[in-house]
């Protein structure tokens, strides 16, 4: 179509179906199984990408191997120029990339820009970070000794992103990864493998003017084997993985069996929480975006919305009312995403609306209710996986409560003290992001305190989706307990040693040991 031909043109993306690279470790090719990436907005084919085999996969293991040798050399700072250089690079094609992410991936237009800006803020971050890395000097107990604490490059990352953020994902990890000295190989989401290459096309003329090899930002599109290959490969010392807890559980088996570094970034089952002294129109804004914004498909979606029982009926009449108005297409207009007016985009493919559809039928069969005027598949007039952002009351032991079902589907449930309501927030498998709405200084005390909310992120009058860059992002429990982007995340992409040095003359034992030699 002549709207999908106008993104691609924009990045050189050819717009007669001809088949595209997906593989890149200095040299474009790929010999493997032709993927489709299909328009969640219209069902459209807008792209054919021929994939990477498990032999080139392994060999672009190996060339990034290679690559990290170069890559470890390079002393920080100019390490952080070239981060540098690929900031610029997404800064000057922001629009269009973002244009591609809401096209490919279904996100609106302003969230799809908002995501390669999360690139271009984690570019500025790790360039700072790449004169600020610090070890640490400490003091020993032996006369005429020093202790350090050193960061040195792992070697290789390999980076498995989910399909819906396309490219903040990858931001995050290439940027930290880069920085702190280490090559990396990224397999994207099968269902969004332009994203991946137009973002390495960005990448590729940086690397090659500061004459570095390509595979330092080595990309295989690919199918689970190709998944599995970088997984398994002892050669991969860290396996970055963004996706669900089922298949981020086999990843980390996997990692672990062999000793390799894991960092797990899975399921959200985030709740808001709206407390009795809250200010209800800034708690409903919050939600309706966290809720319904994005499809509900974010790691950080509020899936559990909480309410304090003397605010409840209020709060959710007000709800409705944006809900029920997505049928009359005013306020929560639902439509292209690539149109600036639109606010709910489709869902990100057709499973996921029969996971949408099977999850209220289930709510329904155990005697939950839905609360919206209307559920299911919406048409908005042109094809597409468009549903209605559905608002439910299950019953209080419904299977939902406990599980991510990644669509817009918010459930709601009263609490009568701020103590019943963390007890509900904690009781889940997930630890991803929890907000509390509340201007009572003690119950903020508490909620962020060690009787409190027990994830990654938490908030306070503040939805539970839409993190910055600046603090470390990720959850806690089966969501993994990893921690990406900013804060203390950098630690993680590097091998710590601990050094004692001694600059006297004699040879004292810690612990005043005496060994008679
Ligand atoms: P997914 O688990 O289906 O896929 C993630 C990636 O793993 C894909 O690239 C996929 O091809 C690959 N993969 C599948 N099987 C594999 C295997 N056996 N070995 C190696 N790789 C394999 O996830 P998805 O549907 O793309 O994404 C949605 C999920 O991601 C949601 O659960 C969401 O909460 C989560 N997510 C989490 C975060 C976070 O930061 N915590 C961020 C974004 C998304």
Not at 434 to 460: H, R, Y
């Amino acid at each position: 179509s002549a709207r999908a031909s106008r993104v691609l043109s924009a990045l050189d993306l050819p717009t007669d179906g001809s088949l595209i690279p997906g593989m890149y470790d200095g040299q474009w090719g790929g010999s493997g199984a032709v993927q489709k990436s299909i328009c969640p907005a219209t069902g459209e084919v807008i792209g054919q990408v021929q994939t990477a085999n498990v032999e080139e996969t392994q060999r672009a293991i190996q060339a990034t191997k290679g690559a990290s040798i170069l890559l470890r050399r390079m002393p920080g700072p100019q390490r952080g120029e070239v981060m540098r250089q690929i900031r610029e690079a997404l800064g000057a094609k922001t629009a269009a990339l973002g244009d591609l992410v809401s096209l490919e991936m279904g996100k609106i237009r302003s969230e799809g820009k908002g995501e390669v800006q999360e690139f271009v803020d984690i570019c500025d971050y790790a360039t700072g970070l790449s004169r600020s890395m610090a070890g640490r000097v400490l003091p020993s107990e032996r006369p005429e000794h020093v202790i350090y604490e050193i960061p040195n490059p792992l070697g290789v990352v390999g980076i498995l992103s989910a399909f819906n953020f396309p490219v903040a994902v990858y931001g995050w990890n290439l940027a930290i990864a880069m920085i702190t000295g280490n090559s990396t190989i990224w397999k994207p989401s099968p269902t969004t493998p332009l994203c991946a290459i137009a973002v390495t096309r960005l990448i590729q003329p940086v690397l090659e003017r500061n004459g570095l090899p390509g595979a330092v930002a080595a990309l295989v599109c690919g199918d689970v084997a190709v998944g599995k290959e970088i997984v398994g490969s002892s050669d991969v010392d860290m396996v970055s993985f963004t996706g669900s807890e089922k298949i981020g559980k086999e990843v980390g088996k996997v990692v672990q069996d062999r000793f390799g570094k894991a960092l797990l970034e899975l399921g959200g089952n985030n709740a808001v929480i709206v407390d009795k002294d809250a200010d209800l129109q800034m708690a409903l804004q919050a939600v309706i975006f966290a809720a319904v914004g994005t499809a509900g498909q974010r790691c950080t979606s509020t899936r559990r919305l909480y309410l304090h029982r003397s605010i409840s009926a209020q709060f959710i009449s007000m709800l409705l009312k944006y809900y029920d108005s997505a049928s009359s297409q005013t306020t929560l207009k639902a439509g292209d995403p690539l149109d600036d007016a639109s606010l709910i985009g489709p869902l990100h493919t057709s499973g996921a609306v029969k996971l949408y559809e099977d999850a209220l039928a289930g709510i329904q069969k155990r005697g939950g209710k839905v609360l919206t005027k209307r559920s299911g598949k919406m048409d908005v007039g042109m094809g597409g996986n468009f549903v209605w952002p559905t608002i439910v009351r299950p019953t209080n032991d419904d299977p939902c409560w406990t599980t991510e079902t990644f669509a817009p589907i918010l459930s709601v449930a009263e609490f009568d003290t701020l103590e019943e309501a963390i007890h509900l927030n904690n009781a889940v498998p997930q630890g991803l992001s929890a907000s509390l709405f509340t201007t009572n200084i003690q119950s903020m005390g508490k909620w962020l305190g060690p009787e409190g909310a027990d994830c990654g992120i938490v908030n306070i009058n503040v939805g539970t989706s839409g993190a910055e860059i600046g603090a470390g992002f990720g959850g806690n429990k089966s969501t993994g307990w990893g921690r990406e982007s900013g804060g203390d995340a950098w630690k993680q992409y590097v091998r710590w040693s601990a050094a004692t040095v001694n600059y006297s003359s004699k040879m004292p034992l810690a612990q005043g040991v005496s060994f008679g030699v």
